[in-house]
């Protein structure tokens, strides 16, 4: 916040205005000599000219006389490409209107507090460069659980297809025990990479760290790409379930769905806040229904789950097969979450709470929720559960609650599944835009991908992309390209697997708020699972999606090479977070975050 | 040029990937001379058939292979693209999406794969990266710098 920082930033040429709130004192200091000394003293100051200080630093300055002034001057600073310093604001203090209309036009710059004032101002200044214009939100825990919730189950709807694939007893058993081999260790691998690693694009920026440029573009590339198309199946799968109830012409089905798909559009844009209050509301829409539904079909419900193990003739491994790629499906999304880092306050701390809490919490959704389906299934023959599919036919939640609760619970149940699809899309459009966005900050993708909105602080050319992508997607039959999705994203967890050990050793000693607890040679074993897991779900997925996944693949470096010789990349030391080089030196950002300390 | 090792990594994989592919067209011709419906947008030709079309990229593969020694970005686009096309058209040939496809295309695609991942590597190594990436901080908070 000391004034040397002017020539700091006019060195650099860092283009920012500083708005200079001059209050004449100590306001904090003042407050608390009068609780405890009952007067003040030694608070008071004059300031000079500020103007005349910011000429003599040579950036410009602005006077403004009256609070009707600001938002002229203001938006001329803004697009003028130089340091500005807009002095005296300090009448505008007493007009509480034009103070927000204040804050919320700067939220994406950075600001001095005063001239004499804290060191608020320099903090502020690193964080905002570190940050580039991101708003950072007090998510509460409460909040990022219901992220993972959302973004890993979002309830069980889905489910149906494991059972008649693979039998009731297996699915039970897969449910408990493939979470240890395969979501665990990566809700403890997002844990530890998203603590040493809190950055926007969450596993794009991990990879980059370990295994770097290539591999991260990749990750973030097939990835991204995946959940384009991802996310669109869960507005189509919502709107089968309407669908399926209510009876609608194919123009209808497009207006709604990009309804859908334009609220959550402009609600993600809006900020993680909001769009956090709108899953929560979401789950408690999904949540409470399922809760009713399982602990009524538990009850009431008849026979033992868990038999037949196996479908008649099946072997158990055919009948796993036949399950696996959905339950892994059922199981995916740990590592969604940590793409918001950059926007979280403390991420390096919430985000692995908000996993460990999660987890066992989408553990036991699946498993009640399932065990009370397969109840339900046996109030009308033990042989139901072969007929357990979802879609048109088959017996799913839906069919299974009009048995038990009649057509009341088979309303809630029906909104659960339809909530549940929209909250997954709502996720999955916070989570899929923002390692694009960072892409595009590390000059590997378009620039104007990585713009900000400038009041809300969130990469809005990223989310309504991802919005328009998925409005048209969701009005084509886009079956062929949903086969590329396994491929697109087991590759991915592949490399994050791989970066967590080649972290461990690069860099034993590297902080990481959280730290799986086990040396790096278990963690290399049990890492290990997960990884043979995703190389046989690319096998058991069959041809089709085989082959779509192997053509998709080539489009990651195919990208890479395009966008690399038009964008060039950036250095790792102008990436956010390095303030030195391999060789010692400062680098721009190194020298701009001394400045801001001094 | 300090990639030119991965450079030359990229041709020979390039050229590899395309001999491949020429060996699994041939291998499909003895095997399945049916392979792959031999029509485009109505056109009929033997030509147009799964297995002239990986004789095809075999061929232009090899040519990005070459390529590949003085320009390993265009080479190894050119390697990868045609191989992602191939399998694009020859997987949308409806009854050939099946695992004998698989016998005719690993080969090609994974070296085509490999090849792309070395000239990515060339890549690196070749275009400078920008140190600038502070300067994007105006423009991308949406104000015009």
Same mark, same amino acid.
């Given at each position: 916040?000391?004034?040397?920082?002017?020539?700091?930033?006019?060195?650099?040429?860092?283009?920012?205005?500083?708005?200079?709130?001059?209050?004449?004192?100590?306001?904090?200091?003042?407050?608390?000599?009068?609780?405890?000394?009952?007067?003040?003293?030694?608070?008071?100051?004059?300031?000079?000219?500020?103007?005349?200080?910011?000429?003599?630093?040579?950036?410009?300055?602005?006077?403004?006389?009256?609070?009707?002034?600001?938002?002229?001057?203001?938006?001329?600073?803004?697009?003028?490409?130089?340091?500005?310093?807009?002095?005296?604001?300090?009448?505008?203090?007493?007009?509480?209107?034009?103070?927000?209309?204040?804050?919320?036009?700067?939220?994406?710059?950075?600001?001095?507090?005063?001239?004499?004032?804290?060191?608020?101002?320099?903090?502020?200044?690193?964080?905002?460069?570190?940050?580039?214009?991101?708003?950072?939100?007090?998510?509460?825990?409460?909040?990022?659980?219901?992220?993972?919730?959302?973004?890993?189950?979002?309830?069980?709807?889905?489910?149906?297809?494991?059972?008649?694939?693979?039998?009731?007893?297996?699915?039970?058993?897969?449910?408990?025990?493939?979470?240890?081999?395969?979501?665990?260790?990566?809700?403890?691998?997002?844990?530890?990479?998203?603590?040493?690693?809190?950055?926007?694009?969450?596993?794009?920026?991990?990879?980059?760290?370990?295994?770097?440029?290539?591999?991260?573009?990749?990750?973030?590339?097939?990835?991204?790409?995946?959940?384009?198309?991802?996310?669109?199946?869960?507005?189509?799968?919502?709107?089968?379930?309407?669908?399926?109830?209510?009876?609608?012409?194919?123009?209808?089905?497009?207006?709604?769905?990009?309804?859908?798909?334009?609220?959550?559009?402009?609600?993600?844009?809006?900020?993680?806040?909001?769009?956090?209050?709108?899953?929560?509301?979401?789950?408690?829409?999904?949540?409470?229904?399922?809760?009713?539904?399982?602990?009524?079909?538990?009850?009431?419900?008849?026979?033992?789950?868990?038999?037949?193990?196996?479908?008649?003739?099946?072997?158990?491994?055919?009948?796993?097969?036949?399950?696996?790629?959905?339950?892994?499906?059922?199981?995916?999304?740990?590592?969604?979450?940590?793409?918001?880092?950059?926007?979280?306050?403390?991420?390096?701390?919430?985000?692995?709470?908000?996993?460990?809490?999660?987890?066992?919490?989408?553990?036991?959704?699946?498993?009640?929720?399932?065990?009370?389906?397969?109840?339900?299934?046996?109030?009308?023959?033990?042989?139901?559960?072969?007929?357990?599919?979802?879609?048109?036919?088959?017996?799913?939640?839906?069919?299974?609650?009009?048995?038990?609760?009649?057509?009341?619970?088979?309303?809630?149940?029906?909104?659960?599944?339809?909530?549940?699809?929209?909250?997954?899309?709502?996720?999955?459009?916070?989570?899929?835009?923002?390692?694009?966005?960072?892409?595009?900050?590390?000059?590997?993708?378009?620039?104007?991908?990585?713009?900000?909105?400038?009041?809300?602080?969130?990469?809005?050319?990223?989310?309504?992309?991802?919005?328009?992508?998925?409005?048209?997607?969701?009005?084509?039959?886009?079956?062929?390209?949903?086969?590329?999705?396994?491929?697109?994203?087991?590759?991915?967890?592949?490399?994050?697997?791989?970066?967590?050990?080649?972290?461990?050793?690069?860099?034993?000693?590297?902080?990481?708020?959280?730290?799986?607890?086990?040396?790096?040679?278990?963690?290399?074993?049990?890492?290990?699972?997960?990884?043979?897991?995703?190389?046989?779900?690319?096998?058991?997925?069959?041809?089709?999606?085989?082959?779509?996944?192997?053509?998709?693949?080539?489009?990651?470096?195919?990208?890479?090479?395009?966008?690399?010789?038009?964008?060039?990349?950036?250095?790792?030391?102008?990436?956010?977070?390095?303030?030195?080089?391999?060789?010692?030196?400062?680098?721009?950002?190194?020298?701009?975050?001394?400045?801001?300390?001094? | 040029?300090?990639?030119?090792?991965?450079?030359?990594?990229?041709?020979?994989?390039? =050229?590899?990937? #395309? +001999?491949?592919? *020429?060996? $699994? /067209? %041939?291998?499909?011709?003895?095997?399945?001379?049916?392979? @792959? &419906?031999?029509?485009?947008?109505?056109?009929?030709?033997?030509?147009?058939?799964?297995?002239?079309?990986? =004789?095809?990229? #075999? +061929?232009?593969? *090899?040519? $990005? /292979? %070459?390529?590949?020694?003085?320009?390993?970005?265009?080479? @190894? &686009?050119?390697?990868?693209?045609?191989?992602?096309?191939?399998?694009?058209?020859?997987?949308?040939?409806?009854?050939?999406?099946?695992?004998?496809?698989?016998?005719?295309?690993?080969?090609?695609?994974?070296?085509?794969?490999?090849? @792309? &991942?070395?000239?990515?590597?060339?890549?690196?190594?070749?275009?400078?990266?920008?140190?600038?990436?502070?300067?994007?901080?105006?423009?991308?908070?949406?104000?015009?710098?």
């Amino acid at each position: 916040m000391n004034v040397q920082e002017l020539e700091t930033a006019k060195r650099l040429r860092l283009p920012f205005v500083i708005l200079v709130w001059s209050d004449g004192g100590y306001g904090l200091i003042e407050m608390h000599q009068r609780r405890k000394f009952g007067h003040v003293a030694g608070t008071r100051f004059d300031n000079p000219d500020l103007v005349g200080l910011a000429h003599a630093f040579g950036v410009d300055g602005v006077r403004v006389e009256r609070a009707g002034d600001l938002p002229g001057i203001l938006a001329k600073a803004l697009e003028s490409s130089g340091l500005v310093v807009v002095g005296h604001c300090y009448r505008l203090r007493r007009e509480r209107q034009a103070r927000h209309r204040l804050v919320a036009t700067c939220t994406g710059g950075a600001w001095l507090k005063g001239a004499q004032s804290s060191s608020v101002g320099g903090v502020r200044m690193v964080e905002m460069l570190r940050n580039e214009g991101l708003k950072r939100v007090r998510m509460r825990l409460i909040t990022a659980v219901v992220f993972v919730f959302t973004l890993t189950c979002s309830g069980s709807f889905g489910m149906e297809d494991v059972i008649s694939s693979s039998g009731p007893g297996m699915t039970l058993l897969m449910i408990l025990i493939l979470p240890l081999v395969w979501s665990v260790p990566m809700a403890f691998v997002a844990s530890e990479l998203g603590s040493m690693v809190p950055e926007a694009g969450g596993l794009y920026r991990w990879i980059r760290r370990g295994m770097g440029e290539y591999w991260s573009f990749q990750a973030g590339w097939w990835w991204t790409l995946s959940l384009y198309v991802d996310s669109a199946v869960y507005v189509a799968l919502a709107l089968d379930y309407i669908q399926g109830k209510y009876e609608f012409s194919g123009m209808w089905r497009a207006i709604i769905g990009i309804g859908i798909v334009a609220v959550f559009t402009f609600i993600n844009i809006r900020g993680l806040e909001l769009t956090g209050w709108s899953l929560t509301i979401i789950q408690i829409g999904v949540m409470v229904p399922l809760v009713i539904f399982t602990v009524w079909g538990i009850a009431a419900g008849s026979g033992n789950p868990f038999t037949p193990v196996l479908p008649e003739g099946e072997s158990v491994l055919t009948s796993m097969n036949l399950g696996l790629a959905v339950m892994m499906w059922m199981y995916a999304g740990w590592e969604s979450i940590s793409t918001l880092a950059g926007e979280i306050e403390n991420p390096q701390k919430v985000i692995p709470r908000a996993l460990m809490i999660g987890t066992p919490l989408v553990i036991a959704t699946y498993f009640f929720s399932v065990y009370a389906l397969l109840r339900v299934g046996g109030m009308t023959g033990s042989d139901t559960w072969q007929s357990m599919w979802t879609g048109g036919g088959g017996v799913d939640f839906v069919v299974a609650a009009k048995t038990l609760g009649g057509v009341t619970l088979e309303y809630l149940i029906l909104m659960a599944a339809i909530l549940s699809n929209i909250g997954l899309y709502a996720g999955y459009l916070a989570t899929g835009a923002r390692p694009q966005f960072q892409m595009s900050r590390d000059r590997l993708l378009p620039k104007f991908i990585g713009k900000t909105h400038s009041g809300w602080g969130t990469p809005w050319v990223a989310i309504l992309l991802m919005g328009f992508v998925n409005a048209v997607l969701i009005n084509f039959n886009f079956d062929a390209l949903i086969t590329i999705d396994v491929f697109l994203l087991m590759f991915p967890y592949v490399l994050i697997f791989l970066t967590v050990i080649i972290m461990r050793v690069k860099e034993p000693d590297a902080p990481r708020a959280f730290r799986v607890p086990m040396p790096t040679w278990l963690l290399g074993v049990w890492v290990a699972f997960p990884i043979a897991i995703a190389i046989i779900a690319l096998f058991v997925n069959g041809t089709d999606w085989m082959i779509g996944g192997l053509a998709g693949i080539l489009t990651g470096p195919i990208a890479y090479l395009v966008f690399k010789n038009i964008y060039k990349g950036a250095t790792d030391e102008a990436l956010e977070g390095s303030t030195v080089t391999p060789a010692g030196e400062l680098t721009e950002f190194g020298a701009a975050v001394e400045g801001a300390r001094a | 040029m300090k990639g030119q090792r991965m450079a030359n990594y990229t041709a020979v994989t390039g =050229i590899l990937a #395309g +001999v491949a592919a *020429i060996a $699994g /067209g %041939l291998y499909a011709h003895s095997s399945n001379p049916l392979f @792959g &419906i031999p029509q485009f947008f109505g056109i009929y030709s033997k030509y147009l058939s799964g297995v002239h079309v990986l =004789i095809g990229i #075999g +061929v232009v593969m *090899i040519i $990005g /292979g %070459l390529l590949s020694f003085k320009w390993p970005s265009v080479g @190894g &686009i050119i390697v990868c693209a045609v191989a992602m096309l191939g399998l694009i058209y020859t997987y949308d040939r409806g009854q050939y999406r099946w695992t004998p496809m698989l016998y005719y295309w690993w080969g090609p695609w994974l070296l085509a794969w490999i090849a @792309g &991942i070395f000239a990515g590597y060339a890549a690196f190594k070749n275009v400078p990266q920008s140190s600038e990436r502070l300067a994007d901080a105006r423009h991308a908070q949406g104000h015009s710098a």
